[in-house]
């Protein structure tokens, strides 16, 4: 069997990700969390939620899973909706491998979709592992989509056309609340997208161990990750489908679906496999697969070309979905 080489990156993401030094760094332990949590806290308050005054922005405080704290959400309305008819709701779910982040992490990306098409955006934040493990984070997860469901015209959204979207390990709850959403008969999602979305904690793919030691995200920070949810039962054979979606035997009844992954990250044979059975399942799934692109790319290199193709594709298939 030939040795496992990475795929080559895509030039400009390559001297970005040399620019970006030790700060690019792929492995992640725990002895780092406080400290990562308190930079990204501190960074994470300089962001303008309300995009140069086109959204109005607001923490509310809303009821948590039965028996668990209550959840904080964050609301961006466009500030110039006046009496419209509502608008579609973008429910975002942030990143930072469950251990890290908070309802303002990513958030941009969703904004921008919102300031292009006319959504309301809602945020959520929720409990971090190791503190909180599974099934603390989809609970909270779920616990805000029913509640913007159900006040949804409230806030100026629709509550028919509602689509989760998350990256990384949001985008790995992203599709654990669509399964969990499905199963208990909740609010009815009508997309989801699913970017580089961290859903198997087996870490038994071709490009896990042909990633490892590579980009910004590898193996050992993924186990670091699932462990910190998981605990013992990571990689064994009792995890469940809400804690990691690639689990879920059956795939059927989802909202139609957008995956992304780059083909130098380490989640890029999970996404595939995960849009193969949606499609095997009779679902409706859009996948692309960047050339040449690391983990969090877009991210990083916001004006390489293959950065700016990632997010018009992710835009026109949610314009799409709305128009239909």
Avoid: K
Wanted: hydrophobic share 45%.
């Amino acid at each position: 069997m030939p040795p496992l080489v990475p795929p080559p990156l895509d030039p400009e993401l390559a001297a970005a990700l040399e620019q970006l030094g030790d700060a690019a760094t792929p492995g992640f332990s725990l002895d780092e969390l406080e400290s990562a949590r308190a930079t990204g806290s501190e960074l994470l308050g300089l962001l303008d939620v309300t995009f140069d005054g086109a959204f109005e922005a607001e923490d509310r405080t809303v009821p948590g899973p039965e028996g668990a704290p209550d959840i904080s959400l964050l609301l961006c309305r466009p500030a110039r909706a006046g009496s419209a008819a509502p608008l579609p709701v973008l429910y975002h779910v942030h990143g930072g491998g469950m251990m890290l982040g908070t309802g303002r992490a990513g958030v941009d990306q969703p904004l921008a979709w919102a300031r292009e098409l006319g959504a309301v955006v809602v945020s959520v934040e929720y409990r971090l592992a190791p503190e909180h493990p599974h099934p603390a984070p989809v609970e909270d997860v779920y616990a805000g989509l029913l509640w913007t469901a159900g006040h949804a015209r409230e806030i100026g959204g629709d509550p028919d056309r509602i689509v989760v979207v998350g990256a990384s390990a949001g985008g790995g709850l992203a599709a654990a609340l669509a399964l969990l959403s499905r199963d208990r008969r909740g609010p009815r999602l009508l997309g989801q997208v699913l970017m580089a979305p961290m859903l198997d904690d087996r870490g038994e793919s071709v490009s896990s161990r042909q990633l490892a030691g590579f980009g910004v995200w590898d193996r050992t920070a993924n186990e670091t990750a699932w462990t910190a949810l998981l605990g013992d039962r990571r990689g064994g054979p009792d995890v469940p489908p809400y804690a990691a979606p690639a689990r879920a035997g059956d795939l059927s009844g989802l909202p139609p679906a957008y995956l992304d992954a780059g083909s130098a990250e380490t989640f890029r044979d999970e996404v595939v496999a995960y849009a193969s059975r949606i499609w095997q399942c009779g679902g409706e799934a859009e996948l692309h697969v960047w050339p040449g692109a690391f983990h969090g790319f877009d991210a990083l290199a916001p004006q390489a070309a293959l950065s700016r193709a990632a997010r018009a594709a992710r835009l026109a298939w949610l314009r799409r979905l709305w128009e239909r």
